[in-house]
C-alpha cells in the first residue's frame, strides 16, 4: 500500500511539474508579486575589485527574507505547494504534500526595504565603512520581483591607535600582559567583530589569571574617528559600575569531591560533615567505593592555587575520561568570609550502573 501511495505521489509529481513549471506565480495575491531574492551592487572605487565582490555575496545574504527554496535552479518546493491546489483536509495526500512537503511563495508584501537598508548600513559600519550610503529599489515583472540595493562604501578606515586601561591594579596588569598577543593592529582595517574577538581573548587570558568573575561585558572598547586621514584611535576600559569581586584574584580554599551524587536527590551540600581529608582534597565516600588516589590524579586543583580556566577543564575532562561516571558536573561557591577572595569548588560524579 505504501510503495502504490509513493509510486502516485511521484507519477502525480513528475507529470505536475512537467506542466507547471511556468506557474511559480498560481498562488501569488492579486496586487502583490514573487520575491525571488536581492542583490547588491557596490558603486565605488575606493573599494579593490576583490573587497567588493566579498561586501556584494556578504551583504546580499543579510537581507530579508530569503526567496523560495531552490534545487539546481529551480523552486520545486513552491511548485508542489502550488500543484496540491486547496486540499479539504490536511492529513490528505495533497494536504501532505501543500503543508509538509510543498513551501508557501515568499512575496514582495514581506519584504521591508527600509529595514534590510539598515541592516546592511549597520554592516557596513561595524566594518569601518563609515561614510557608506545605501539606496534600495525594487524591480517588479510577470509578478515576479526583486530587489536591488546599491551601495557606496566610501574609503574603508584603519586602525590609528589603541589605547589600554590606565590604572596599576592586578587587572590592568593583566590586560597589559594580554595586549602583546592582541587582535588589533595599527594600520588594520576597523572590524567589529574583531574587537568583539579581542574582548573575549582577553576575559579567556583573565581567566587563566585568577579572575573568575571577570566577564566579556566587562570591557568595552570605545572608537574615536576624528584623528582624521580615515583613521580611528581605540580606547580600551573597564566599564563603570564594575563589581569589585570581578576585580580579584581568587584562590582555590577547600574542594569537596562526591562521587556517590545522584541525580534525583538534592543532598550533596549537606554530606560535608561526612567527607574525608586526603591529600588536599574532601572525599565524600561513605561506601568507599573508589580510591581516593583516583582523584588526585584527575584534580588539576589544589587548594591554594589561583583559579584557571584551563585546569578547571582538565580536572573535569580526566575526571570523565575515568569511564566510571555517566554524569560529572562542578560549582564553585565563593567563600563568604573577610572579603575573602577565595572558592569552595564541588564536584558532583554520579557513576555509571
Not at 557596490?42 to 555575496?57: F, G, M, P, S, V
Not at 511548485?79 to 490536511?90: F, L, T, V
Not at 537598508?117 to 557596513?124: A, I, P, R
Not at 582555590?252 to 560535608?272: E, H, M, Q, S, W
Request: charged content about 25%.
Amino acid at each position: 500500500m505504501l510503495k502504490c501511495i509513493i509510486y502516485q505521489v511521484l507519477l502525480w509529481g513528475g507529470f505536475t511539474v512537467c506542466f507547471s513549471a511556468c506557474s511559480t506565480t498560481r498562488s501569488v495575491p492579486a496586487g502583490d508579486a514573487l520575491y525571488t531574492g536581492a542583490s547588491v551592487d557596490i558603486e565605488d572605487n575606493a573599494a579593490t575589485k576583490k573587497e567588493r565582490k566579498r561586501l556584494e555575496t556578504e551583504l546580499s545574504e543579510l537581507a530579508r527574507p530569503l526567496p523560495n527554496k531552490k534545487i539546481l535552479g529551480i523552486p520545486f518546493k513552491l511548485m508542489i505547494y502550488n500543484m496540491a491546489g486547496n486540499p479539504k483536509r490536511e492529513k490528505s495526500l495533497s494536504g501532505w504534500l501543500k503543508y509538509k512537503v510543498g513551501e508557501p511563495p515568499v512575496l514582495l508584501s514581506k519584504v521591508s526595504l527600509d529595514y534590510n537598508t539598515k541592516v546592511l548600513q549597520s554592516t557596513l559600519e561595524n566594518q569601518g565603512y563609515f561614510k557608506s550610503s545605501t539606496l534600495a529599489d525594487t524591480t517588479v515583472k510577470n509578478k515576479k520581483a526583486s530587489a536591488t540595493y546599491t551601495v557606496t562604501t566610501g574609503v574603508r578606515y584603519t586602525i590609528h591607535s589603541i589605547e589600554l586601561p590606565k590604572d596599576s591594579s592586578a587587572l590592568q596588569r593583566c590586560i597589559s600582559e594580554a595586549s602583546a598577543f592582541t587582535l588589533l593592529k595599527k594600520g588594520n582595517p576597523f572590524d567589529l567583530a574583531v574587537i568583539k574577538a579581542e574582548r573575549e581573548r582577553v576575559d579567556a587570558y583573565l581567566k587563566e589569571k585568577g579572575f573568575y568573575y571577570f566577564a566579556t561585558d566587562y570591557l568595552i572598547v570605545e572608537a574615536d574617528s576624528t584623528a582624521g586621514d580615515n583613521k580611528v584611535d581605540l580606547f580600551m576600559k573597564i566599564k563603570p559600575g564594575v563589581p569589585g569581586r570581578a576585580k580579584e584574584v581568587y584562590t582555590i580554599n577547600d574542594v569537596y569531591i562526591f562521587p556517590g551524587y545522584r541525580l534525583n536527590v538534592n543532598v550533596a551540600d549537606t554530606l560535608k560533615k561526612n567527607a574525608e581529608f586526603f591529600e588536599g582534597y574532601y572525599l565524600v565516600d561513605r561506601r568507599n567505593t573508589y580510591k581516593p588516589a583516583m582523584f588526585r590524579q584527575a584534580m588539576q586543583f589544589l587548594p591554594g592555587n589561583v583559579y584557571n580556566r584551563k585546569a578547571h577543564s582538565q580536572s573535569i575532562s580526566r575526571l570523565v575520561n575515568l569511564g566510571v561516571f555517566k554524569f560529572v558536573k562542578n560549582r564553585f561557591e565563593p567563600v563568604e568570609v573577610n572579603d575573602s577572595a577565595k572558592l569552595n569548588t564541588y564536584y558532583y560524579l554520579t557513576s555509571l550502573p
